[in-house]
């Protein structure tokens, strides 16, 4: 394994920094992949959080009399009750209700970001991986500069420049995580490039759109996959960190970490307000993490006993 | 060996380059003058026009560009608009201030997540072992800021036992030397002040060291699980229990890699986490230097606070890089 | 090789040992408090540590939301600044502790010539700067000089010092046409004379602001422009040191001027950025006094017996501005139903936890010509409805409102309040778009006037009316603080004559009349005047919090 190869690995799962070894041949065994994933009881917990988060957040309306931005000032900062299960904020606003609204957005910002950065790290990855030379030189440097500086100061300074909303933050998301996919897919791609079956095909005189997308991409897609549900977890996890900092969702949006910052000041009045958004943020992200350690255990055919 | 630091070192040019880009570009993009903020809600326009060309923000960026790169090459790291003083000279103790933390959370990480993970294989499927992992599931999951805010509640504000902001007890305020104060106090051998001192670095760093050590905690896990299949260890296991300081001490030696590894790739974490905490904790860190100065739009801290985080990172990973090479001989470039 | 292999697991096993080490000395040390409860060891570690020191020092530890920008009171407007400067430099004229009544400062006497042209200052002799330099009238020449003219040599321009307090109380820099301070002249070693081009009504009030207080002209020759750095005044405190973010330390000024003060051996100010963080800290017995107590913490503190509660006067203004020049809000109907539809009392009981009362006039209550005969808009939604469809609106619009990024002290909670407006107009048809930018881009673009509503507030330095009405109704101020765009030449002339009037009771009535004709216009919805709340431990006597944020604390005892 040579040292670019292991900072790979090691990059693609920065949850988990387990070393994967992905040596998946072209005919995966998907189904082998499924039942593994059955008998998997940690991801299996992992998928019931997560369409629990999912179902609250798309039946929220129905969960719920209150409006997510109804205020009743004289309600302010009640403990939680019958009415209120997880009480009021300081505007008199229900705290479950914005938890059960808060999830559309964290669970919205984790997809959108992740699939913005999949798409742009995969087709920078592969024309990397793919043409070499030059090409390769240029992408990888720019990937090195940008891993070069912690990712969350380089999300906040976008943010700096793009102005501060929900939408800016998800750019900001994709774009720090393009350099994560585009390592993985590249490194995927020149292990595949001197392939036999890849060869062969271009000796047949296949053109190189139809040997990356028909090829490489399908037999590149195991780790690509992992790292796309590990993605959703940091994702929810960096947009939580900029709602806090002021930096992501804007006010009414009941965004969770946007919350808990709102809230800070009451930690000795009224310290309820501080554990539900904080506890879902890391119940969701905790989530994604169980499946995506289930994928690789699956995926992964050295961990198969 | 001698020729893959060369190269290596090489490889960091364009990379240093890049980032100058990188940071000179962020200042130029963020909107707002920062005329406007020095003079405050109060300013008049003109006022805030013949600032803006006394701060030679007037000249072309190209320009403004060359220069910056030709004080970097000189040390200088620009002069900070709200304070009007040298950057140079007033970002030590904000950097001290951080490596402090990240330091004392590296260490929470390593001796706690080093033993939980050692712990966990030799008991494999044991209680500890379950409550262990599920311990470092969480941890991995856990958003850094309500981590720190929960203990802030719990630990300083319901139970009192550790400080929540600062560094230090300003009423018996440490003298500083090296801006180290657990240094400072005992270079002084003023043991009062250096247990304030650990008192206010013990929850920070607990914040800050939990994801790292969650992730050493199951990587440790994993590494021991395979050693404790070598005949080495089934031999020692197969005398009989007792045994455990041998193994621990073989466990040890193997733990070194990957443990190295991960503190290569999480500092840019706990660098970035840094200001989460630092902000929290109201800790004078790089963090929130650069944080403050982003909404006053001190264009300068911002660059060279965002370059020197960057360059700390960057150089990490090379002395992890190498070191590497030096420790596993396997490992051949 | 494995020589080397060895070797590197055998560091490997000391660094362990280092560490376990480390964590046992840690467990052993933290085990006691533990046992015994931490805050009360912690402060027996300090008492004991302070009588080993210097045998029973008095040490009072101040914390604050933010640092200080600069330590030169005359470049920065920053509240934060003056707080501390105001220990080490002083001014000509003081304040009162709890008023803006003048009282003798480093002049022990003053007299106006009947033009209003001639201002004459006598200063108090046997005066020492911290440095062991005398204070007397050169030393006044050289700083207002300095103020002034920004080609003198220790205005330090080409450092980017910019004095626009200044320019801002004295009508400009040397040279420019309002400039209202002729010459200063030196009449004898503790006489000075101000000469004025014209007059100016509120002279005397300004000559009271921290931001023309007096350094050592010895210090600004020896630091230069790092004389933001190292302050050197006559006051009752000396600066020691400064660690940014973190504490300023200053001491006690042996050689004080005034008998017996001050009080304290040693004042510290502590940054705590964090409402919460700050509170825990005061209540553990770390800091002293804190800033910025968060209103809904006041009852708390109120009820325990070992802090104190303090309300700092009402001296600011928290408004809702209009941008009455362009569409739609140049309809002054439109304007009026606002005015009624939003539930300025909810705000104030909401956000303000009852400290602050809601506003009618740009202008706090307690100042000079307050219009108290000004009805203001009473909350009546179906008032606001009925005016609304009046205007032209039945069918309700569509408006963006600009809230503040930060908070300020008239506006503690600006994302709540604009949250709480909101909620308000949607009740009468207006659809609400809340706009956020960062605070720089944010004071630009409302100056551009690109906003349609916006909010902002303003604080009292001198204790002067024009301070608040010119800044943010003259005329002449559109594109700079005002950020109404109004402009009635009525009000212009009013406040013009009155800036040059020295006749205070004729004055009065002069702003009377333009708040009369300002709350018809509706340029602006008057929300609150806060009175932001302070704590202290309950060690802590005579102090008395004054309504321009900054107060000297050498009457501050700790028992």
Redesign the interface.
Same mark, same amino acid.
């Given at each position: 394994m040579n040292n670019e190869e292991r900072q790979e690995s090691q990059l693609s799962s920065p949850a988990l920094a387990l070393q994967m070894e992905e040596e998946i041949r072209a005919t995966s065994p998907w189904k082998d992949t499924v039942r593994q994933l059955r008998k998997n009881k940690f991801a299996l917990i992992g998928f019931i959080i997560i369409i629990t988060f999912i179902l609250v957040g798309l039946f929220a309306p129905l969960l719920t009399p209150y409006g997510y931005?109804q %205020?009743v000032?004289q309600d302010?900062?009640k403990p939680p009750s019958a009415e209120h299960w997880l009480g009021t904020d300081?505007?008199?606003r229900d705290i479950f209700t914005r938890i059960a609204y808060g999830a559309r957005i964290s669970l919205q910002v984790g997809f959108f970001a992740v699939t913005g950065a999949l798409i742009f790290g995969t087709l920078f990855g592969l024309i990397a991986g793919y043409f070499g030379r030059w090409v390769d030189m240029i992408i990888s440097r720019i990937f090195d500069i940008m891993l070069a500086f912690p990712s969350i100061l380089l999300a906040i300074a976008i943010v700096?420049i793009l102005?501060?909303?929900l939408q800016n933050a998800l750019i900001a998301i994709a774009i720090i995580n393009i350099p994560i996919f585009g390592r993985l897919v590249r490194s995927k791609v020149i292990s595949l490039r001197e392939e036999e079956f890849i060869l062969a095909a271009r000796a047949q005189g296949m053109k190189n759109g139809r040997i990356i997308f028909h090829h490489i991409l399908p037999n590149s897609l195991a780790p690509i996959i992992v790292q796309t549900t590990l993605g959703f977890g940091t994702a929810i996890l960096d947009a939580a960190a900029l709602g806090f900092l002021?930096l992501g969702a %804007? /006010? /009414?949006l009941p965004e969770w970490g946007k919350m808990l910052a709102?809230s800070?000041?009451?930690? %000795?009045?009224a310290p309820w307000t501080l554990i539900a958004p904080g506890l879902c943020i890391m119940l969701v992200v905790l989530g994604f993490n169980l499946i995506g350690d289930g994928l690789r255990d699956a995926l992964d055919p050295r961990m198969k006993n | 060996m001698l020729s893959y630091t060369i190269r290596r070192l090489l490889m960091l040019i364009p990379v240093l380059l890049g980032m100058t880009l990188i940071t000179f570009s962020i200042v130029h993009l963020i909107?707002?003058?920062?005329a406007?903020?020095?003079?405050? !809600?109060?300013?008049?326009?003109a006022?805030i026009k013949?600032?803006e060309e006394?701060?030679g923000l007037n000249e072309s960026y190209f320009k403004q560009y060359f220069l910056y790169i030709k004080g970097l090459l000189q040390g200088d790291l620009g002069t900070s608009?709200?304070?009007?003083?040298p950057i140079v000279k007033?970002i030590w +103790?904000?950097i001290a201030g951080t490596f402090e933390l990240t330091f004392f959370a590296m260490?929470f990480a390593?001796?706690v997540g080093?033993n939980a993970g050692i712990i966990s294989a030799w008991k494999q499927n044991s209680w500890f072992d379950f409550l262990a992992m599920f311990v470092a599931l969480i941890g991995v999951s856990i958003p850094v800021f309500w981590l720190a805010l929960m203990e802030?509640w719990i630990f300083? !504000?319901e139970?009192?036992?550790?400080?929540?902001?600062? &560094? !230090?007890?300003? &009423?018996? +305020?440490i003298e500083?030397i090296t801006y180290f104060y657990v240094i400072d106090t005992f270079i002084k051998m003023d043991f009062?002040q250096m247990?304030?001192a650990?008192?206010h670095l013990?929850l920070p760093s607990i914040a800050l060291g939990t994801i790292p050590m969650a992730i050493i905690a199951r990587m440790t896990r994993s590494t021991m699980l395979e050693v404790m299949q070598s005949d080495y260890i089934r031999t020692v296991r197969a005398k009989g229990s007792g045994q455990f300081l041998i193994i621990y001490?073989h466990a040890?030696?193997n733990a070194?890699i990957p443990v190295l590894t991960v503190i290569g790739l999480q500092t840019g974490v706990l660098l970035g986490g840094a200001i989460l905490t630092e902000?929290?904790?109201?800790w +004078?860190g790089i963090g929130?230097?650069i944080f403050?100065a982003i909404?006053? &739009?001190d264009y300068p801290v911002i660059q060279s606070g965002i370059l020197v985080i960057a360059f700390i990172f960057v150089m990490i990973n090379l002395i992890v890089d190498l070191l590497y090479t030096?420790?596993d001989?396997r490992i051949k470039y | 090789?494995r020589s080397?292999?060895s070797k590197?697991?055998l560091l490997?096993?000391l660094m362990?040992l280092l560490?376990?080490v480390?964590?046992a000395c840690?467990g052993g040390?933290?085990e006691p408090?533990?046992a015994e409860?931490?805050?009360d060891t =912690?402060e027996t570690?300090?008492g004991s @540590? #302070?009588t080993e020191?210097s045998g029973g020092e008095k =040490?009072l530890?101040f914390a604050r939301g933010g640092d200080s920008?600069?330590l030169d009171p005359g470049s920065t407007?920053?509240g934060e600044s003056s707080r501390v400067t105001r220990q080490v430099l002083e001014t000509l004229i003081d304040f009162a502790p709890d008023s803006f009544e003048l009282e003798p400062g480093l002049a022990k006497e003053w007299e106006v010539s009947d033009d209003g042209l001639k201002y004459t200052f006598y200063l108090q002799e046997g005066v020492k700067f911290h440095d062991g330099t005398d204070f007397n009238a050169e030393a006044v020449k050289i700083n207002f000089d300095r103020f002034a003219d920004p080609e003198h040599e220790y205005a330090f #321009?080409?450092?980017?010092?910019?004095y626009?307090?200044y320019? #801002?109380m004295f009508g400009g820099h040397k040279g420019d046409e309002g400039h209202v301070v002729d010459e200063v002249v030196v009449v004898d070693d503790h006489t000075v004379e101000f000469n004025l081009n014209t007059p100016l009504g509120f002279f005397l009030q300004n000559m009271g602001m921290t931001y023309f207080a007096i350094t050592s002209p010895a210090a600004l020759e020896e630091y230069g422009?790092?004389i933001?750095?190292n302050p050197v005044g006559t006051g009752p405190f000396k600066f020691i040191s400064w =660690?940014?973010?973190?504490?300023i330390?200053l001491e006690k000024n042996e050689d004080y001027w005034k008998e017996g003060l001050p009080k304290l051996d040693r004042l $510290?100010f502590?940054?705590?950025? @964090?409402?919460?963080? *700050?509170?825990?800290?005061l *209540?553990?017995g770390?800091?002293d006094i804190m800033d910025g107590l968060?209103p809904?913490?006041a009852a708390?503190v109120e009820t325990d017996e070992d802090l104190t509660l303090y309300a700092r006067d009402e001296n600011n203004f928290g408004y809702v501005g209009f941008n009455v020049q362009n569409e739609p809000l140049d309809n002054e109907l439109l304007r009026q139903a606002i005015s009624h539809a939003i539930d300025r009392e909810?705000i104030v009981?909401?956000?303000y936890a009852g400290y602050g009362t809601v506003a009618k006039n740009p202008l706090p209550p307690s100042y000079l010509g307050y219009n108290d005969d000004v009805e203001g808009y009473q909350y009546d939604v179906e008032k606001a409805k009925e005016v609304l469809a009046e205007a032209g609106y039945e069918d309700g619009l569509e408006i963006d409102l600009w =809230?503040m990024?930060?908070a300020r002290p008239y506006m503690p @909670?600006p994302?709540?309040t604009?949250? $709480?407006i909101?909620?308000n107009l949607a009740e009468i048809g207006i659809t609400v778009n $809340?706009v956020?930018?960062?605070? #720089?881009?944010y004071?630009?673009k409302t100056?551009a006037g690109e906003h349609q509503i916006y909010m902002?507030g303003w604080s009292g330095t001198n204790g002067d009316p024009d301070y608040f009405l010119s800044?943010l109704l003259h005329g002449d101020l559109i594109?700079?603080?005002n950020r109404e765009f109004y402009q009635s030449d009525k009000v212009d002339q009013l406040l013009n004559e009155a800036k040059v009037e020295i006749d205070q009771e004729k004055r009065a009535d002069m702003y009377k009349e333009a708040q009369a004709i300002i709350a018809e216009d509706v340029p602006m919805v008057p929300l609150v005047h806060s009175t932001p709340v302070m704590a202290s431990s309950s060690t802590v006597k005579n102090y008395v919090p004054h309504l321009s944020t900054s107060e000297s604390l050498e009457e501050v005892d700790l028992e």
């Open positions: 931005e %205020q000032l302010r900062l300081d505007v008199g700096a102005g501060a909303s002021g %804007q /006010p /009414p709102d800070r000041d009451f930690i %000795q009045l | 909107p707002g003058s920062p406007q903020t020095i003079l405050g !809600q109060n300013a008049t326009e006022a013949s600032l006394s701060m608009l709200k304070s009007k003083a007033e +103790p904000y260490v390593v001796f080093v802030q300083a !504000q139970l009192g036992w550790f400080p929540a902001h600062g &560094r !230090q007890n300003n &009423r018996d +305020p500083a009062t247990v304030t650990l008192k013990v001490k040890l030696k070194m902000t929290i904790f109201s +004078p929130r230097y403050d909404n006053y &739009r030096y420790i001989p | 090789m080397k292999r590197w697991s490997l096993m362990f560490m376990l480390l964590s840690g040390e933290d408090s533990e409860g931490d805050a =912690t570690d300090d @540590d #302070a020191d =040490t530890v920008e600069s407007s920053d #321009a080409d450092h980017d010092y910019v626009f307090m320019s #801002a422009p790092e933001n750095e =660690t940014k973010d973190d504490s330390i $510290i502590e940054v705590i950025p @964090d409402n919460a963080a *700050r509170l825990i800290a *209540r553990s770390d800091i968060n809904d913490d708390g909810a009981d909401a956000l =809230t990024p930060v @909670d994302e709540k604009a949250e $709480i909101q909620n $809340i956020r930018e960062e605070w #720089a881009p004071l630009e100056a902002l800044s594109g700079d603080s």
